[in-house]
């Protein structure tokens, strides 16, 4: 049945990206209770389209043509292009807990984040589930939707909407990068 299952999913995305790209590779792990299903082609900025709009839509279509086979399988799958959401999922895992130690727990400030899907909030509520001091929610419908990391009750901060500072976590990443590159730079000045 797992086998069926792997054939259906390769074949269900093959069907849907071959007729767009001529070098296709799809390969499919198992990741605990889910499949990672690696896409990679010629094209994979194509697949991959603005903030990955268009690996939403390709996961989400594969996701309905499957269950339609397979109706009481509710095993996940994640499809990837170019490891693209690998990349994101790293950058989520690296700079979150450093935007809630500095903004939230040292600054007392309340944090939205902005330009993550479903799948990313997610992972930021599992992430910082466990930090003391912080606390996550969604706000927002739709596509609208965003992430809050405020402090709690019991820590000092602001936890209001209205004061929250809005951060890209892509935008965070460059502006601490050019901080501790020009603190290297300023340091090597003054040896």
């Known amino acids: 049945m797992e086998q069926e299952y792997e ?9 849907l990206v071959e007729p767009l790209v001529e070098d296709l590779t799809i390969t499919v ?4 209770d889910q499949y990672r299903v690696n896409v990679n082609s010629d094209k994979n ?8 709009e268009n690996i939403k839509a390709i996961q989400h ?7 339609i086979k397979f109706p ?28 809630a130690k500095t903004e939230v727990i040292e600054k ?8 993550l899907n479903g799948y990313e909030r997610k992972m930021v509520h599992n992430l910082l589930d466990e930090i003391k ?9 739709g596509s609208e939707r965003k992430l809050m990391i405020r402090p709690t009750e019991d820590s000092a901060g602001v936890s209001s909407v209205e004061n929250a500072i809005f951060i890209d976590i892509e935008d965070y990443k460059t502006i601490v990068e050019s ?11 003054r040896e």
């Open 7 to 15: 054939k259906v999913l390769v074949d269900t995305l093959r069907m």
């Open 29 to 32: 792990s198992r990741e605990g």
């Open 45 to 52: 900025e194509l697949l991959v389209g603005h903030r990955g």
């Open 61 to 67: 279509i594969t996701r309905v043509i499957v269950h």
């Open 72 to 99: 009481d399988n509710k095993t996940h799958f994640l499809i990837d292009v170019g490891e693209f959401k690998k990349v994101r999922e790293s950058l989520i895992n690296s700079v979150v807990p450093e935007i």
């Open 108 to 115: 007392g400030s309340s944090i939205i984040l902005v330009k």
């Open 133 to 141: 001091g912080v606390e996550t929610t969604s706000i927002g419908e």
């Open 179 to 189: 901080d501790e590159s020009k603190n290297g730079e300023m340091n090597e000045e």
